[in-house]
T-cell receptor, first 115, second 113 residues
Framework: DGGITQSPKYLFRKEGQNVTLSCEQNLNHDAMYWYRQDPGQGLRLIYYSQIVNDFQKGDIAEGYSVSREKKESFPLTVTSAQKNPTAFYLCASSIPHDREGQPQHFGDGTRLSIL | GENVEQHPSTLSVQEGDSAVIKCTYSDSASNYFPWYKQELGKRPQLIID?????GEKKDQRIAVTLNKTAKHFSLHITETQPEDSAVYFCAARLSGGYQKVTFGTGTKLQVIP
């Protein structure tokens, strides 16, 4: 059954700690994305990757880092530089956008909280 | 960049009535407009999308209309059911090469039985 798997579902971070959120997809999609969701603010793009070994900053990349070493995987690290990390994090994938837009498929999300 | 505004932020309707959610976008170069439904604690799921070469698209009880001149698009849900209760997000994407999708802030729809 194809889809996107995010783990863990819940994550707690201590002050000064880096934490990594996992995102794996078996949809054979080249493009992957990370969004942050806060109440009343919709989805804001953190990072995106159109292809393996390439990624670009989105609108709110400060305090986050990513890697794209494999097509199936796009982990997000929330660093200690992100001072307000409490949010719901969503990973998505799609066929790469070219002339036409393509729908994005989302994972179930990871809820990150500060201890 | 693109800016998407969505209204209303909350909407309550009686079961069986229609619901309309409206979005406006700022960049006339946008050419793809998806709508996502997100139930509480779950992933957003695409429910319908429209491209700029059409003005309306229907899928059973759901329809989307696009007015390129006015730069707005709307989601229409007819004969609403309690299971339609969720948060709905509109989005817009600029044409040409890779362009990110910009989301609206969401509408929380409550269908009252």
């Amino acid at each position: 059954d194809g889809g996107i798997t995010q783990s863990p579902k819940y994550l707690f971070r201590k002050e000064g700690q880096n934490v990594t959120l996992s995102c794996e997809q078996n949809l054979n999609h080249d493009a992957m994305y990370w969004y942050r969701q806060d109440p009343g603010q919709g989805l804001r793009l953190i990072y995106y990757s159109q292809i393996v070994n390439d990624f670009q900053k989105g609108d709110i990349a400060e305090g986050y880092s990513v890697s794209r070493e494999k097509k199936e995987s796009f982990p997000l690290t929330v660093t200690s530089a992100q001072k307000n990390p409490t949010a719901f994090y969503l990973c998505a994938s799609s066929i790469p956008h070219d002339r036409e837009g393509q729908p994005q498929h989302f994972g179930d999300g990871t809820r990150l909280s500060i201890l | 960049g693109e800016n998407v505004e969505q209204h209303p932020s909350t909407l309550s309707v009686q079961e069986g009535d229609s619901a309309v959610i409206k979005c406006t976008y700022s960049d006339s170069a946008s050419n793809y407009f998806p709508w996502y439904k997100q139930e509480l604690g779950k992933r957003p799921q695409l429910i319908i999308d429209i491209r700029s070469n059409v003005g309306e698209k229907k899928d059973q009880r759901i329809a989307v209309t696009l007015n390129k001149t006015a730069k707005h698009f709307s989601l229409h849900i007819t004969e609403t059911q309690p299971e339609d209760s969720a948060v709905y997000f509109c989005a817009a994407r600029l044409s040409g090469g890779y362009q990110k999708v910009t989301f609206g802030t969401g509408t929380k729809l409550q269908v009252i039985p």
